[in-house]
């Protein structure tokens, strides 16, 4: 018992008084209680809050003063950062079922190694989706919806339709067709972007919206490598039975053109319109 108290004492001594001489507690403990914010308006707690050493100085409203919009704002970010990672992902190895001791089954996933893009490859990709856009005769101004979960596929997608002046319209992707069809009708959508999943609830929803007339979709992420990606022949037929064009996300990026055309976004051009389910349970 006496050696441990013997040991204790020793540690402590060899652990403490270093920290003492060169953490400088007091310092921290100071700094921990002094101002860090306060109201930009004195006396008035309810206004915006600022850090004390920055509170005098100006906002800035841009990362990049001289890029306005969100497509500018991409270009130079990819030509800072060309060869640095930008996306990474891992594909699903095995998707399996668990059930659970309260009998419940839930889904399971293995995952590969993360594959990344950087930059660049991501830049082209961006210029693909636009150049299919363009194919698809989707226009600066017209709105395209998306409808699907957060992915790589998702965010170059809506780059590609800010640097082409496309308003953005996002759904959850857990929303049912009446909500997405509220959604496309409101903000008179003309293509809707989703997964293979949900094309079912598309299709149900875009009967009535008659302003809708391309569908994209991505495959889904979480489905065995072995099975199907695309939508089978008997949905395509039935998007088509509507007059609708339907097409996978790959041949998004097939679609040849060569009709690439600039275009001039302003700032104060619409970019993005979010639907909340708060948003839509409101007047549905």
Known sequence: MVLMKVVFIVYDA????????????????????????RPIVEGDPSAPWRHVDTIDKPLYSRIFPDCHTLGAVWDRAAQLHEDSLCLGSRDVVQVFEEAQSDGRTFQKLILGEYQWLDYTKVDK???????????????????????????????MTAIACFKRGIPVVTVYATLGEEAVAFAMKECDAVAVVTTRSLLTKVKSAI????????????????QNPDEVKTAPDSLVEEFK???????????????????????????????????????IRRFL
């Open 14 to 37: 060899i652990v403490y008084t270093p920290f003492k001489i060169l953490a400088d507690p007091e310092d921290k403990l100071a700094r921990s209680k002094c101002e860090k914010a």
């Open 125 to 155: 990709q961006i210029a693909q989706i636009g150049l299919g856009l363009i194919a698809l005769n989707i226009k600066q101004g017209d709105k395209v919806v998306i409808y699907a979960e957060t992915r790589k596929e998702w965010l």
């Open 207 to 222: 009967e009535d919206v008659g302003t809708i007339s391309k569908v994209i979709y991505f495959y889904d992420l979480y």
């Open 241 to 279: 039975a509507l007059g609708r064009e339907l097409y996978s996300f790959e041949e998004l990026l097939e679609l040849e053109n060569d009709l690439w055309t600039d275009v001039e976004v302003k700032a104060d051009d619409l970019a993005l319109i979010i639907y909340t389910s708060a948003d």
